[in-house]
Structure formats: structure tokens, C-alpha cells
């Protein structure tokens, strides 16, 4: 029996270190026909996108498709999601070549080695993060943030793509404002055969996703975007300019940079980066895990996602996270195990080996074309509206990421909407929600409701608390009370029901000490209920449950109540002619009549 559990413990080390090991017992043949359909369609639909992203980045165009071959393999073969497909995408290489430009030619060898120097960096971060069990940072990240960020992205990428399709000498670097204006202002310098050959590959493309949508729809468009080119140059001789022949090569050998001044001028586009990136990755994979019912492991995906853009370095591969169509293409096609990504990434090798030289005939124009499509993905209108709809601050967030976006630099509109996401959270964290709950007079057992019209006890008043009692929610908590003793200055006790309050701090716990002294010094008291034993510890430990009481924390309103209506002011009782509860009718010290929020039977209080 020992045995076999040691067995059982070194298998599980050993899927730990090698998560392949865990799926790989799944494939069988009828799964590996479904991950080999599925690869080959991923690899025939990256051979565009590789193109069209390195283009974006600013890298020579073979470098995006050996950004989807190693890291796709590695990151299936490490990660957590049996659909994730990693690879190249439009976000991760605008802000590459956002963040590079300024530092070197696109292009040229230094600016790829300062891509493979930024691949390494984000990968030895994503792996870090991944070792120390770091994957809920991301989770700070909010969903307007990248809402905003990519469509941000989207208007961009169809800015920097206007010269290509118009066939405009547009100045590099100029800011997407200048660009229209610049269109705007040299209509006549269009060079209209370029044109049309991108208005045919952008209305092909748009034609195929609408009435084709198992068709991939980028493949069809360049080649009927091609075919009008050849035909331009062939009848015209219009000079239309191509992307020109791809190395017919796997992915080449390279190495990043180790200079330190290297790495510290990338820094804080590497955090960034990896911020991004594994945003990307896991809401993509968390997405299609809800389809499929897998679990994600993130911290598992973290690794993955690190030793891919590690190992891509070291073949010609930058920055590659998980690709939003892509993945969402191997999921739709079919693909049962992680299997399939490994084989679009080395199908992916094949097809370049078959096909690179293809590329010669490839128009710029066609290939903007293509990223306008991508770029029109980009903007999710039903989320956009969704937010809008439901929340200002989201809305504030999504707005300002997205300015942002178009207005400094990449990496540090990824700042902007962090910074702002958590603005937002401890703004609403800072606030807890403080309910009044009174009696209901329309139900037979008074059960407790929050209705401000109901008439409350002119000497107990019962709140409730949704909400963690922190150092920033405490002067929120302290107003509202002083609100209250202001309001009615002879409402001397407080039940604060605690059943919402899932976390406490010092501070808290102390603001909680010092209430329970006023209201003593009053004459009153304050009574907590429900508290819940991790909370119920910190006040043990900081000693604060002195100062409130013992004997004032309770276990339920019902038990509560017993004791506290023995401690109200029976004169003012049989003065007042408010009917809070049941028993209010006698004018003496009150036998309230209380259910508990959570269905307890009502308890009368004793004679």
C-alpha cells in the first residue's frame, strides 16, 4: 500500500514538473484526428497573421510566423488550457514596436535583437510570477482595462496601416492624428492601383467572414488581393510593392542581449509587456475552459507562458502570448488535447518551407487590407455597450485606457488603466455597504428589512455591515455612525450585524473598540452578530474584544435581542407609541418578536 502511494506522490511530482504528462494518457484516435484537423487549419491561419503581425511590429516578416512555431509548442506542452494557442499577436507587437521604435530602426538587426532581448524578459518574469504563485496579480487587472487597451490597439493599427493602403509617404512615427490629417490633405497623392488592390482584399475579406465563416477568411482575401496586383503590374506595369520572398528555413538560432543597460531601457516595457500578455493569456484560457469544463491552473499557465517566450528567444520568436482567434479557431475546430497547438506550430514549419517564397507576390496593400479586418475585430462593441450600460466607473476605466492608448505611449497606457482599476476597487472596497434593518410590520414574524419609510426603535438601532473593515473603510464606517448619533442623539445602542464582514485589519478592529466606548460612555452599548471567526480572531488577538465585550457579541439577532430589549430605558418604552415590534403594544419593557435573516424560527423574548 505504501508503495503505491509513493508511486501515486512521485507521478504527481512529476506531472507538477511536466504537465504534458497529465493529457498526454487523453489522446487516442479518436482525439488525435480532431487535434490534427484542428492544427492544420491553426497553421494554415497563422501563415497570414504571422505576416501581418510582424508587419505591425516592425519586424521582418518571417519572424512573426517563427513567433508561432517553438513558443506554441513549448506553451502547449507546459501550460494549463488544452486550447490556449500561443503565438504572435496585434497587441503584443503594436507595443513592440511602440516601445522599440524609438530605440533602433524597425527592421534592421538591432531592432530584432532588442525584440529577442524583450522576449527573454517577459518570459523570465512570466516564469517568476508562475514559481511563486503569483497568478492572481493579473486579476487587478480589470476587464475594461483590456476592453480599452485592444480597442485602443485596433485604431492604431488601422492608422498605421493607411500609408500601405493608400500607397502614401507617410512619415514614420507619426502620431494617428497626423496620419489622418495627412490623408486628408494629400488625397491627390493616393496611388490609386495600390488602392484598389487593398479595397479588394479588405471586401473580399469582409465577404468571406459574413457568408463564409468555415473558410479562413485572411488566406482567401490575400490571394484575391494578389491576383489584382499581378494583374495591375502585368497590364499597367503600376509597381505595386510586395512584402517580397520569405527564407524557406525553420526558425534560425539567436540570441537576446545581456547588455545591463539594454535591459534596463526595456524594463518598464517588459512589465508591461507581461502584464498584458498574461492578462491575454488567461482570460483567454479561463474563457474557453467555462466551454469546454476544464480547469485552469493558472500559475501553471504563467509557467507555460514563460518558458515559451524563453525558448522563442533563442529561435527567432519575440513576444508570443495566447492569440484570442486563434485559440477560439482550435477550440471550434475540434481540438481535444493540447496536442493540436503542437501540431499548428510544427505544421506552421512545414508550410513555411513549402510555401515562403509565395510571399513575393504578396502586396503591402493586400496585407493592410487584412490588418483593417483585424483591426475592426479588435473593438468589441457588445462588451463596450454592455459596460456602458452598467457601470460608470468601468466606463471611466474602458474610456481612459482607451485615450490613453491613443495618446502616450503603450506601455504606459497599460499603467493608466491599472492604476485607475485600482483607484476603482478601493474606492468600492473603501465603502462598505451599511444597511438599517428595521422589523416588517406586514410579516407575521416581523422579519428584518431594509425600508427607510418603517418606523425604528427611538433606542436601538440594527445595521448591517457588507464589506471588509479595513484602515480605508474605517473613517467611512466612523461618518456614517456619526451620522447616525447626530440623526438621533438618544439612540443609545447599536447591533451591527457582522455576517458581511469578511475581513478586519487593526485598524478596523480599533474603530470597532472605540464605538463600543462611546456608546458605553452614552450609556448604551454596541453589539455585534455573526461575526465570523476570522474576523472574531483579530479582535481576540488585538485585544479589542475588551472594550466591545464578550458578552455583547452574538451568535444570532434572536439571542441578541433577548438580552438587549432588557437593557432599554422602560420609560421611554411606555412613552413611546411607535409599534416596532409586537409587543410594543404594551407599553412596557418590550417582547419583541424577531426572525433571523437566515430563516431561524422566531424566538418570543421571555416574560
Known amino acids: 500500500m505504501s508503495s503505491t502511494i509513493a508511486v501515486s506522490r512521485g507521478s504527481t511530482r512529476l506531472a507538477k514538473l511536466l504537465p504534458f504528462l497529465s493529457w498526454l494518457p487523453m489522446v487516442n484516435r479518436r482525439t488525435l484526428s480532431a487535434d490534427l484537423s484542428a492544427g492544420l487549419t491553426g497553421a494554415i491561419v497563422v501563415l497570414p497573421q504571422g505576416v501581418a503581425f510582424a508587419t505591425i511590429a516592425g519586424m521582418p516578416p518571417e519572424y512573426g510566423l517563427y513567433a508561432g512555431m517553438i513558443p506554441a509548442i513549448v506553451a502547449a506542452l507546459f501550460g494549463s488550457s488544452w486550447h490556449l494557442v500561443s503565438g504572435p499577436t496585434t497587441a503584443a507587437s503594436l507595443v513592440l514596436f511602440s516601445s522599440l521604435s524609438a530605440l533602433a530602426e524597425p527592421g534592421s538587426a538591432s531592432y530584432v535583437t532588442l525584440a529577442l532581448t524583450l522576449a527573454i524578459m517577459v518570459g523570465l518574469a512570466e516564469l517568476t510570477m508562475g514559481l511563486f504563485r503569483l497568478g492572481s496579480i493579473v486579476n487587478f487587472i480589470s476587464h475594461s482595462v483590456v476592453i480599452g487597451f485592444t480597442a485602443g490597439a485596433g485604431v492604431l493599427i488601422a492608422a498605421n496601416q493607411i500609408k500601405n493602403f493608400f500607397g502614401l509617404e507617410i512619415p514614420r512615427g507619426a502620431h494617428f492624428i497626423d496620419i489622418f490629417a495627412y490623408l486628408f490633405t494629400h488625397l491627390g497623392a493616393i496611388h490609386w492601383p495600390v488602392a484598389v488592390v487593398g479595397a479588394a482584399t479588405l471586401a ?26 499581378l494583374a495591375f503590374n502585368a497590364g499597367f506595369a503600376a509597381g505595386i510593392p510586395t512584402v517580397g520572398a520569405l527564407p524557406s528555413s525553420l526558425p534560425p538560432l539567436s540570441a537576446p542581449s545581456f547588455d545591463p543597460a539594454v535591459w534596463k531601457a526595456l524594463s518598464s516595457t517588459a512589465v508591461a509587456v507581461t502584464l498584458f500578455a498574461l492578462t491575454e493569456a488567461l482570460s483567454i484560457s479561463r474563457a474557453l475552459a467555462v466551454r469546454s469544463g476544464q480547469h485552469i491552473d493558472g500559475n501553471q499557465e504563467f509557467i507555460g507562458q514563460g518558458l515559451s517566450n524563453i525558448a522563442g528567444s533563442f529561435f527567432s520568436g519575440y513576444v508570443a502570448t495566447g492569440s484570442f482567434n486563434r485559440s477560439g479557431l482550435n477550440y471550434e475546430a475540434g481540438a481535444q488535447t493540447p496536442l493540436a497547438a503542437v501540431v499548428a506550430g510544427a505544421g ?77 476597487y478601493l474606492n468600492r472596497t473603501s465603502q462598505p455597504r451599511i444597511l438599517v434593518r428595521v422589523p416588517d410590520p406586514d410579516s407575521s414574524s416581523r422579519k428584518f428589512t431594509t425600508d427607510p419609510a418603517l418606523p425604528e426603535c427611538p433606542q436601538l438601532r440594527i445595521i448591517r455591515v457588507d464589506g471588509s473593515l479595513f484602515f480605508g473603510a474605517v473613517n467611512f464606517l466612523q461618518e456614517a455612525l456619526r451620522g447616525y448619533e447626530q440623526e438621533a442623539p438618544d439612540r443609545k445602542h447599536l447591533i451591527v450585524v457582522m455576517s458581511g464582514v469578511n475581513f478586519i485589519d487593526i485598524a478596523g478592529a480599533e474603530a470597532l473598540a472605540q464605538m ?58 411606555r412613552a413611546c407609541r411607535l409599534s416596532v415590534f409586537v409587543e410594543c403594544a404594551r407599553r412596557g419593557k418590550p417582547e419583541p418578536v424577531f426572525e433571523d435573516d437566515d430563516g431561524a424560527l422566531p424566538v418570543k423574548g421571555a416574560a
Request: charged letters at 20%.
Open 348 to 424: 506552421l514549419m512545414v508550410l513555411v518551407v513549402l510555401l515562403a517564397p509565395l510571399a513575393a507576390y504578396m502586396p503591402n496593400a493586400a496585407m493592410a487590407g487584412v490588418l483593417f479586418l483585424v483591426a475592426w475585430g479588435l473593438i468589441d462593441r457588445h462588451h463596450i455597450a454592455q459596460i456602458v450600460r452598467t457601470s460608470r466607473a468601468e466606463t471611466l476605466v474602458l474610456a481612459a485606457t482607451f485615450l490613453a492608448t491613443l495618446l502616450v505611449e503603450l506601455e504606459q497606457a497599460i499603467f493608466v488603466g491599472v492604476v485607475l482599476s485600482l483607484l476603482m
Open 204 to 229: 473580399t475579406g469582409i465577404a468571406v467572414r459574413r457568408f463564409l465563416p468555415r473558410i479562413p477568411y485572411m488566406i482567401v482575401a490575400i490571394v484575391v488581393g494578389s491576383v489584382v496586383a
Open 516 to 573: 463600543a466606548r462611546r456608546f458605553r460612555a452614552r450609556g448604551g452599548g454596541l453589539y455585534l452578530i455573526r461575526v465570523k471567526e476570522a474576523v472574531a480572531e483579530v479582535l481576540r488577538k488585538g485585544g479589542q474584544i475588551e472594550d466591545i465585550g464578550a458578552a455583547n457579541i452574538f451568535d444570532s439577532k434572536t439571542q441578541a435581542l433577548r438580552t438587549i430589549y432588557r437593557r432599554l430605558d422602560g420609560e421611554v418604552c
